[in-house]
């Protein structure tokens, strides 16, 4: 397989998962009323580290 191809099938695999870890968090973060402030900033944290793994991501073509 291509080098190319490999990167992109690696890429969109990574994706997908690291989306749904994403928009899972945003969900509880939601709900923060729920949380003690250890807890929301575990969240925060893992929002934070999952949007940078998203932008290299997509920096890399």
Known sequence: MPEQTSLSKLRHDISNPLSAILAETQLLLLASEKYDAETL????QIEDLARKMRQILQSVE
């Open 41 to 44: 900033a575990g969240l925060k």
